[in-house]
T-cell receptor, first 112, second 113 residues
């Protein structure tokens, strides 16, 4: 009964490849997020969706494309992977406008 | 734009000692404030939050934090640290609504026997 789940947990791939990370929440929340955490643990928001609608889009390269098929799912597709994309990517969700976010376990992406 | 500063990158305390982690924020109105903990290889878990009301908030695992508007601070405290508290701690500030939450750079807590 995991609240926010992500797959895969680890992702190792070559530069130039395209990959996807999936996120699902079973909390009934209406807002979902993608964060990138770099090697220094700095956590930066990338995207936020509310009821399947994009509401936050930080300065992220357009190689990153989020997709929300429904309120419970938010996927992240990355084209033409670069070395600098190596990081841990966290999905999170929240209810309404309370900002209190529940995080998934993270996906560690390594680009070789 | 909102911002958060955690001045201490790394703190070491002895087990059983008290703990205070500092957090200063910058935001024009009344902020939504949070403390999260991240254990190695894990996601972030919410320890406590402040939206309004009593400025001393209690959280999980025996943590508390005090909102001080005059000092723009939201410091995290625990009277007696346990070895299992060793982790990375993040302070965060939000504007409410559907605005983004900004995280501090984190403080790594080491607990020694």
């Amino acid at each position: 009964d995991t609240a926010v789940s992500q797959t895969p947990k680890y992702l190792v791939t070559q530069m130039g490849n395209d990959k996807s990370i999936k996120c699902e929440q079973n909390l009934g929340h209406d807002t979902m997020y993608w964060y990138k955490q770099d090697s220094k643990k700095f956590l930066k928001i990338m995207f936020s969706y509310n009821n399947k609608e994009l509401i936050i889009n930080e300065t992220v390269p357009n190689r990153f494309s989020p997709k929300s098929p429904d309120k419970a799912h938010l996927n992240l597709h990355i084209n033409s992977l670069e070395l600098g994309d190596s990081a841990v990517y966290f999905c999170a969700s929240s209810r309404g406008d309370h900002n209190e976010q529940f995080f998934g376990p993270g996906t560690r992406l390594t680009v070789l | 734009a909102q911002s958060v500063t955690q001045p201490d990158i790394h703190i070491t305390v002895s087990e059983g000692a008290s703990l205070e982690l500092r957090c200063n924020y910058s935001y024009g109105a009344t902020p939504y404030l949070f403390w999260y903990v991240q254990s190695p290889g894990q996601g972030l878990q919410l320890l406590l939050k402040y939206f309004s009301g009593d400025t001393l908030v209690q959280g999980i695992k025996g943590f508390e934090a005090e909102f001080k508007r005059s000092q723009s601070s939201f410091n995290l405290r625990k009277p007696s640290v346990h070895w299992s508290d060793a982790a990375e701690y993040f302070c965060a500030v939000g504007a409410g609504g559907y605005q983004k939450v900004t995280f501090g750079t984190g403080t790594k807590l080491q607990v020694i026997p």
